[in-house]
């Protein structure tokens, strides 16, 4: 009489076992869903800021550098001031927005106060939620 092959059922367990830890470790609990609403004038800057880029060979230096390429997508007033908390986002001008080789990744853009402790930042590698002590850990004048 042949023998059963335990191989398979003892993989599959294995992998079961893999995948349950690997992604309890992937949960972040800390940081509320971004909703599009709430980073839609980020996104905007960002795409601003990677055309006046192109076009200018480097990062934009200033406020005036970057305006023309936010009118081409709208008003710029309305598109520079952060729904989520109401003022006016904070531009670290002349930063490469390119530079995705450092870690963390640079910080270009960020709500000056955010809402319920939690704010929206634009890096280098997108739009994502900070808590105020992330945001107070990152260093926003150190010039990549």
Not at 34 to 56: E, F, G, H, M, W
Request: hydrophobic residues 40%; positive net charge.
């Amino acid at each position: 009489m042949a023998r059963p092959n335990l191989q398979f059922p003892a993989r599959t367990a294995w992998l079961f076992l893999f995948l349950c830890v690997a992604l309890a470790g992937c949960t972040r609990t800390t940081l509320p869903a971004v909703k599009q609403q709430d980073t839609s004038n980020l996104t905007t800057i960002s795409l601003a800021y990677n055309r006046a880029t192109d076009k200018l060979g480097r990062p934009p230096k200033d406020l005036d550098e970057l305006k023309p390429f936010l009118k081409e997508l709208g008003d710029p007033d309305a598109i520079l001031r952060s729904p989520h908390d109401g003022l006016p986002y904070v531009i670290l001008f002349g930063r490469n927005i390119r530079k995705v080789d450092v870690m963390p990744p640079p910080i270009i853009v960020y709500e000056q106060q955010g809402a319920n402790g939690m704010r929206y930042v634009l890096t280098a590698m997108g739009v994502q939620p900070m808590s105020d002590e992330e945001f107070q850990k990152a260093d926003v004048t150190k010039k990549p």
